[in-house]
T-cell receptor, first 113, second 115 residues
Framework: GQQVMQIPQYQHVQEGEDFTTYCNSSTTLSNIQWYKQRPGGHPVFLIQLVKSGEVKKQKRLTFQFGEAKKNSSLHITATQTTDVGTYFCAGPFGETSGSRLTFGEGTQLTVNP | NAGVTQTPKFQVLKTGQSMTLQCAQDMNHEYMSWYRQDPGMGLRLIHYSVGAGITDQGEVPNGYNVSRSTTEDFPLRLLSAAPSQTSVYFC??????????????FGQGTRLTVV
C-alpha cells in the first residue's frame, strides 16, 4: 500500500482563506516533491525539498520539510480560484535504495468565490 | 520540445482485448514510469524503468507488461483487459532516478475504459 500518507483528502475553502495539506512518510526520505493537478489535467511539478527543516516559498505557497525528513506540508495563503486542483506529495521509496517515486493520495482543494 | 507524449488520449476496449499505451520522451531522461489514477486513490505506480533494458514492478503491476528498448520509449501493454483496468494512465519521466530524482514530467494521460 501507500507509504506516503496525505491529509486531508478533501478541503473546501472560501476564496481568501488559507489552506494546508500535510504529507507523512513511514520512513526517512532523501527528498520530497509536490505536484499540482488541475481538474482534467496532468500532474505538474511545483517544488522539491531536500534538506532537513527546509522551507521554500513560491508567492502565496509555502513548503516545509520536517526536521526528521519524514513529513512535509504545503500552505497556501489567501486562496484564489486559480488554486483549485489536487495537490500531491511524492517521495522516493523501494527496496533498492528508494528507487520508486511514490505519490500520496492527494488533497483535492475547491475554492468558493 | 515535445516533453512526454502519450498516445492515445482516449480508448475503449472490450474485456479480454489487448492493447499498448505508447509513451515517448525527448529529454534524454533515464527514469520513466507508468501510473494509474483512480478516484480517491491518487497515483499508483505500475512499472518503472531506470534505463534502457531495465524495468521493475511498482505497486500494481498485475495485468501489465513493459519494456524499455530505447531511452526514449516506454510502452505499457495490457495483456487481457479487464473492467478493473478502467482508469486514467499517466506516463512520467525524470532526469534523475530515485532517490536522486529530479522533477518528473508527465504526459497528458490516457483515459481507458474497459467494457
Amino acid at each position: 500500500g501507500q507509504q506516503v500518507m496525505q491529509i486531508p483528502q478533501y478541503q473546501h475553502v472560501q476564496e481568501g482563506e488559507d489552506f494546508t495539506t500535510y504529507c507523512n512518510s513511514s520512513t526517512t526520505l532523501s527528498n520530497i516533491q509536490w505536484y499540482k493537478q488541475r481538474p482534467g489535467g496532468h500532474p505538474v511539478f511545483l517544488i522539491q525539498l531536500v534538506k532537513s527543516g527546509e522551507v521554500k516559498k513560491q508567492k502565496r505557497l509555502t513548503f516545509q520539510f520536517g526536521e526528521a525528513k519524514k513529513n512535509s506540508s504545503l500552505h497556501i495563503t489567501a486562496t484564489q480560484t486559480t488554486d483549485v486542483g489536487t495537490y500531491f506529495c511524492a517521495g522516493p521509496f523501494g527496496e533498492t535504495s528508494g528507487s520508486r517515486l511514490t505519490f500520496g493520495e492527494g488533497t483535492q482543494l475547491t475554492v468558493n468565490p | 520540445n515535445a516533453g512526454v507524449t502519450q498516445t492515445p488520449k482516449f480508448q475503449v476496449l472490450k474485456t479480454g482485448q489487448s492493447m499498448t499505451l505508447q509513451c515517448a520522451q525527448d529529454m534524454n531522461h533515464e527514469y520513466m514510469s507508468w501510473y494509474r489514477q483512480d478516484p480517491g486513490m491518487g497515483l499508483r505506480l505500475i512499472h518503472y524503468s531506470v534505463g534502457a533494458g531495465i524495468t521493475d514492478q511498482g505497486e500494481v503491476p498485475n495485468g501489465y507488461n513493459v519494456s524499455r528498448s530505447t531511452t526514449e520509449d516506454f510502452p505499457l501493454r495490457l495483456l487481457s483487459a479487464a473492467p478493473s483496468q478502467t482508469s486514467v494512465y499517466f506516463c512520467a519521466s525524470s532526469y534523475g532516478r530515485p532517490p536522486l530524482n529530479t522533477e518528473a514530467f508527465f504526459g497528458q494521460g490516457t483515459r481507458l475504459t474497459v467494457v
